[in-house]
């Protein structure tokens, strides 16, 4: 009895070894080729914390920056945090040069700069930056509480939409109708509940149509293999103009009838909620918020630490190889981007059920680009795109009270934090980002 070995077809890609051993064919040289020292992380760092050295500490103010963090309701008070903006920020800014300087160092020995350099490093910088722009202000003294329970609730519909991108992405599909997922969600929540009086009816009719846009894109764009992102972009357009005619030509014309939504107001899990500065972020927050942080750990451990989310990345990242092993491709592309556009609606469902009481025209206001520009700064991770989708509802935050308490930084500078913070995020600025890599490539059996 003789075997025959098979040898690898020339311009054919072959599966990588799922033990992540070498191949088995032999190779009498082997080439190892070192990875070229990427210097964009260290120096974006460094010029950060020389601007904040400048502006943060040697011109910032001489006032004292104060914040609350305990709250009238709160079970025990604690005293407000004050602090000297000009010698706060000089310590943070000197601390911050002090990590640059060892992310250089690290660099100039070809070793890769710790994931927790960069977080402590963005952690001091927003630190630095709220002192500056509170000891600033006319009114020197703000809630930190409010800040940080405001920024939460800001960011749920990103956390939804970038979750909702983590799904479609880790799994091949390019997610660009996030966008159109949100609005789908907050119009059919917003009729659904005002003619049923039941928010929660709503809520599930939100998550329904946020599944059929996705559907849509899937099957355009896994069935017909039509390039994905102009599938997306077709969707938000088509989206935002049936949402937007009929709000013009039912909702409006009968607002009472269709227009009404019930509202889910704030549940509080009683002696937890009183919590200061914990209680509003975690324990005051409607049933989406709720259902908001158990998505992120459903998704996290269900992509990471079980079966299906084996196969899910394994399906991203190599669809060739995870047909052999099996694996239905486009199946399991097409009902995880499904998923993520039922995880989408639920999103948009806050707008018209948490945020305000009815639906207006273009109501998601571009947050879909915002959730997709969390889903890249987290790096296609559920928990890092949730910290994303918070930097970016803190930035949105801090805008509406910088006009408040009157400080002399622009409104307008705040509005454009997002996207600076997009743009590095995209450049690989702030740490190489790499994207699963099979997303955006159609799978074709055969």
């Given amino acids: ?156 519909p990103l956390v939804f939409g970038s979750l909702s991108g983590v799904l479609c992405e880790r799994v091949g599909v390019v997610n660009i109708a996030i966008e159109g997922q949100l609005l789908g969600g907050a119009f059919t929540a917003a009729i659904i509940a005002t003619l049923t009086h039941n928010p929660f009816l709503g809520l599930l009719a939100a998550a329904i149509a946020g599944a059929l846009v996705s559907m849509i894109l899937a099957l355009f764009s896994i069935k017909y293999v039509v390039n994905q992102i102009i599938v997306g972009v077709v969707l938000n357009v088509l989206v935002s103009g049936v949402t937007g005619f009929l709000f013009s030509t039912v909702m409006q014309a009968d607002k009472d009838k269709f227009n009404s939504p019930a509202h889910l107001d704030p549940i509080t899990i009683p ?11 975690l324990f005051k927050q409607s049933l989406i918020g709720y259902l908001m942080y158990i998505a992120v750990i459903v998704v996290w451990v269900g992509l990471f630490k079980t079966k299906w989310g084996l196969r899910v990345r394994a399906v991203g990242e190599h669809p060739q190889a995870a047909d052999t092993m099996g694996i239905k491709v486009n199946a399991t592309r097409f009902w995880n981007v499904t998923l993520g556009g039922a995880i989408a609606g639920i999103g948009g469902s806050f707008f018209t059920l948490v945020a305000i009481d009815s639906f207006t025209k273009e109501i998601s206001g571009g947050r879909g680009f915002i959730a997709l520009a969390a889903l890249i700064f987290g790096r296609w991770n559920p928990i890092g795109a949730f910290f994303a989708a918070l930097l970016f509802g803190f930035a949105d935050n801090l805008q509406s009270i910088v006009t408040i308490i009157g400080t002399p930084v622009p409104s307008q500078f705040m509005a454009m934090l997002p996207y600076l913070v997009t743009v590095l995020a995209v450049a690989g600025l702030v740490g190489r980002s790499r994207p699963p890599a099979a997303s955006g490539i159609p799978y074709v059996k055969g």
Avoid: C
Wanted: hydrophobic share 55%.
């Fill in 1 to 156: 009895m003789s075997t025959t070995a098979t040898s690898p077809q020339p311009g054919k890609p072959q599966p990588a070894p799922l033990d992540g051993g070498a191949p088995a064919a032999k190779h009498h040289h082997t080439t190892v080729t070192a990875k070229p020292v990427t210097w964009k992380l260290p120096v974006t760092l460094l010029v950060l914390a020389v601007v904040a050295f400048i502006f943060f500490g040697l011109m910032g103010p001489h006032q004292t920056a104060k914040f609350g963090i305990s709250t009238g309701s709160d079970f025990f008070q604690l005293p407000a945090l004050e602090v000297p903006a000009f010698l706060g920020g000089i310590v943070l800014s000197v601390i911050m040069l002090a990590l640059a300087g060892y992310a250089v160092f690290l660099k100039t020995r070809n070793r890769k700069v710790p994931a927790w350099v960069t977080i402590a490093f963005i952690a001091l910088f927003v630190a630095a930056f709220l002192i500056w722009v509170v000891g600033g202000a006319r009114t020197t003294s703000i809630s930190l509480a409010g800040l940080i329970a405001g920024s939460v609730t800001l960011a749920v």
């Fill in 271 to 281: 002696v937890l909620g009183d919590i200061p500065l914990i209680g509003p972020i």
